[in-house]
């Protein structure tokens, strides 16, 4: 079983909707959660990171964090033919671990 | 956020030859990390690298197949040796801040592809 699992996709949505993106893990160490976007052809950018459980919002994204589910989301409102690209979950421990990152999931904004 | 830049941006290589991959930092970093993104998958963690010592590598990961240099706080190189087509992947150098590391900033990529 794979420490992060994240639904590969591919997801399609029209311009405006609501985009909700998922990640599960199994190790209770991880304590700091992030999402990067990666565009085509480039490396990925980090867009949001949460410490422990709770909710983090900037412009259109929210992070969500569930510790006690071990379940993580990504919310992204009036989504725009822009927002394009793959998303990575990832996720780390206090411990000095390694990065542990989901598989990504590829979505297309449709105008 | 640093800076990262990496050349070469992509290359196609020969079966057997070797390729250096250069990672440039704008700040002066502690730890430089190189991943590996195979077409279609997510990053596979290949060493951590320190100034001024070896680098520590992850397991199916070993010194002789991708020996990799710190000289200095801004700058590493990735050395693929010895290529075979089940090395062409997309080659990342990044770095961290944080107390845990927990943040993290990718270059560009290098794309290889070998035949």
């Known amino acids: 079983q794979k420490e992060v699992e994240q639904d590969p996709g591919p997801l399609s949505v029209p311009e405006g909707a609501i985009v909700s993106l998922n990640c599960t893990y199994s190790n209770s160490a991880f304590q700091y959660f992030m999402w990067y976007r990666q565009y085509s052809r480039k490396g990925p950018e980090l867009l949001m990171y949460t410490y422990s459980s709770g909710n983090k919002e900037d412009g259109r994204f929210t992070a969500q964090v569930d510790k006690s589910s071990k379940y993580i989301s990504l919310f992204i409102r009036d989504s725009q033919p822009s927002d394009s690209a793959t998303y990575l979950c990832?996720?780390?421990?206090?411990?000095?671990?390694?990065?542990?990152f989901g598989e990504g999931t590829q979505l297309t904004v449709n105008p | 956020s640093a800076v990262i830049s990496q050349k070469p941006s992509r290359d196609i290589c020969q079966r057997g030859t070797s390729l250096t991959i250069q990672c440039q930092v704008d700040?002066?970093?502690?730890?430089m990390f190189w991943y590996r993104q195979q077409p279609g998958q997510s990053l596979t963690l290949i060493a951590t690298a320190n100034q001024g010592s070896e680098a520590t590598y992850e397991s199916g990961f070993v010194i002789d197949k991708f020996p990799i240099s710190r000289p200095n706080l801004t700058f590493s190189t990735l050395t693929v040796s010895n290529m075979s087509p089940e090395d062409s992947s997309i080659y990342l150098c990044?770095?961290?801040?944080?107390?845990?590391?927990?943040?993290?900033?990718f270059g560009p990529g290098t794309r290889l592809l070998v035949l």
């Open positions: 700040s002066q970093v502690t730890m």
């Open positions: 990044s770095v961290a801040s944080g107390s845990y590391q927990e943040t993290q900033y």
């Open positions: 990832a996720m780390i421990g206090t411990s000095g671990s390694r990065l542990t």
